[in-house]
């Protein structure tokens, strides 16, 4: 499967993406995310500091999820330069920043990749890393990553959208469940995942479709019940999120007729509880070229803070980014239907 | 739309409370309470749902159990052997009443 960009497709353009959320918006008097917040008293949505640093080291990925909201995908060039990430570090030093998340497309795919791990660590933040787990088997360079992961103790973040292999594939392609089951059982075998070695490793799982994750609570039972009986993997905690209206999501929504009646379900499932623990308030994220963004979906839709140089990451201002506004428009609701959705899982525990 | 049912009014259930609130009320607790985690999952309970709801042929509980059993996570194979416990069960106790039927026609015939 290509990525939207290669094929040219409406979609690869942000602006396109924002323009049909509004439409849909209005046709199906859904009330517009910011009105939304106005009526609940949340609006302009403030930060609450600056956090975790999440940086997105590039579009390239050995993988092309139909759900991706990166339109990642092997024919993705766009790579975070050794100057960008030396540019990261440096903003990790100055600002009191206590973990960096690093995510893509793969980010192991990005050349300078271990040595900004070592750098991140040796600076004594925490480090996440968003892996998929077939990555490991893509080339033959890339299968010590689970002994590289431990070596750093670095907390392993993987995506598996559920526990059977048939619906994993439709949603990732042919034979990633396989290849995630066995790169499982490598970080198990390294330690990660057991109780003891202090190795994190977290599954998330997102639906396989246009409806909502029922619990984070439940479902995480089920997966480690069933991963564990039947394919002998284990691992700490899974993290339910919700599919965001754009990019290839957004894609499959219109193309399967679900569009308006998953903004819908969105809407109706608005929880108010859920504002305080937004992602974007103490969350910044990075895109391969240094610019700054609230979140990674906002990096897609283009949304930038700011303008121009000021908001890049070679500028951090903190002074500012602490009083900015965050940027809402309609996939927020994608943040705050139900317990919540962020890169960390549930907003509402 | 000039049809008997029309997905569009699944979401108006909450609706019913216009014409008798007190009653609606009740029926929503109750109901909440049923779906609750108890001696039996959620999970398990939204599977059983799903196979009443073929047995009661509701449409709009088809829709509504068949979304939400997925949402709790349950595979397509066990959403299937959920409805064939309920075709079973409409099926056999169609047939057990076959013995009354016999019954009848032993009591009728020489
Ligand atoms: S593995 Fe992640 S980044 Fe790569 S295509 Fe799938 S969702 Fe996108
Ligand atoms: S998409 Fe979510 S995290 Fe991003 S700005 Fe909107 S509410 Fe915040």
């Known amino acids: 499967m290509k990525s939207l960009l290669a094929q040219h497709h409406e979609l690869s353009q942000s602006g396109r993406q924002l323009q049909l959320l509004?439409?849909?918006?209005?046709?199906?008097?859904?009330?517009?995310?910011?009105?939304?917040?106005?009526?609940?008293?949340?609006?302009?949505?403030?930060?609450?500091?600056?956090?975790?640093?999440?940086?997105?080291?590039?579009?390239?990925?050995?993988?092309?999820?139909?759900?991706?909201?990166?339109?990642?995908?092997?024919?993705?060039?766009?790579?975070?330069?050794?100057?960008?990430?030396?540019?990261?570090?440096?903003?990790?030093?100055?600002?009191?920043?206590?973990?960096?998340?690093i995510t893509g497309g793969a980010p192991e795919l990005n050349p300078h990749f271990r040595w900004f791990v070592k750098e991140c660590t040796q600076l004594g933040v925490k480090v996440m890393n968003r892996c998929n787990l077939t990555v490991i088997f893509?080339?033959?360079?890339?299968?010590?990553?689970?002994?590289?992961?431990?070596?750093?103790?670095?907390?392993?973040?993987?995506s598996l959208p559920f526990y059977n292999a048939d619906r994993t594939d439709r949603q990732r392609g042919e034979g990633v469940f396989a290849a995630s089951v066995k790169a499982m059982k490598l970080l198990n075998a390294v330690g990660y995942g057991k109780a003891a070695s202090g190795l994190i490793l977290n599954l998330v799982?997102?639906?396989?479709?246009?409806?909502?994750?029922?619990?984070?609570?439940?479902?995480?039972?089920?997966?480690?019940?069933?991963?564990?009986?039947?394919?002998?993997?284990?691992?700490?905690?899974?993290?339910?999120?919700?599919?965001?209206?754009?990019?290839?999501?957004l894609d499959f929504l219109i193309t399967s007729g679900n569009y308006e009646s998953y903004l819908e379900k969105l809407l109706a499932a608005f929880n108010p509880a859920t504002v305080n623990g937004l992602m974007c308030r103490n969350t910044l994220s990075v895109s391969w070229d240094g610019y700054l963004y609230d979140c990674d979906f906002n990096q897609m839709l283009d949304l930038k803070i700011g303008e121009g140089d000021a908001m890049h990451i070679k500028n951090l201002d903190l002074n500012y980014l602490n009083r900015r506004e965050i940027i809402v428009s309609q996939h927020c609701y994608g943040c705050t239907a139900g317990a919540g959705s962020s890169c960390g899982g549930e907003v509402v525990k | 739309m000039k049809t008997y049912y029309n997905p569009e009014d699944l979401k108006k259930f909450s609706n019913i409370g216009e014409f008798d609130k007190p009653l609606a009320d009740k029926f929503f607790s109750w109901y909440g309470d049923v779906f609750a985690e108890g001696a039996l999952t959620a999970r398990e309970k939204s599977l059983i749902a799903l196979a009443v709801a073929h047995a009661v042929q509701c449409p709009y509980c088809i829709d509504a159990y068949s979304e939400d059993t997925l949402a709790k996570g349950c595979t397509e194979e066990q959403m299937m052997e959920a409805v064939h416990v309920a075709a079973a069960i409409r099926g056999g106790s169609s047939l057990v009443h076959a013995t009354q039927m016999m019954n009848k026609v032993k009591e009728l015939t020489m």
């Open chain 1, 22 to 101: 509004d439409e849909v918006v209005q046709s199906a008097a859904i009330t517009p995310f910011k009105e939304k917040l106005k009526t609940l008293g949340f609006y302009p949505l403030k930060p609450t500091g600056i956090d975790i640093l999440q940086i997105n080291v590039g579009k390239l990925c050995n993988q092309t999820c139909k759900h991706c909201h990166v339109d990642a995908g092997p024919d993705r060039k766009e790579i975070m330069s050794r100057e960008t990430l030396e540019q990261c570090l440096e903003a990790v030093r100055t600002s009191g920043i206590s973990t960096v998340d």
């Open chain 1, 138 to 158: 893509s080339n033959k360079k890339y299968n010590d990553l689970p002994e590289f992961f431990a070596e750093h103790k670095i907390e392993v973040v993987s």
């Open chain 1, 205 to 249: 799982y997102n639906p396989t479709g246009a409806f909502l994750s029922s619990g984070q609570q439940v479902l995480e039972a089920q997966f480690k019940k069933v991963l564990h009986e039947e394919f002998d993997v284990v691992f700490n905690h899974l993290f339910t999120i919700t599919n965001m209206p754009i990019s290839r999501f």
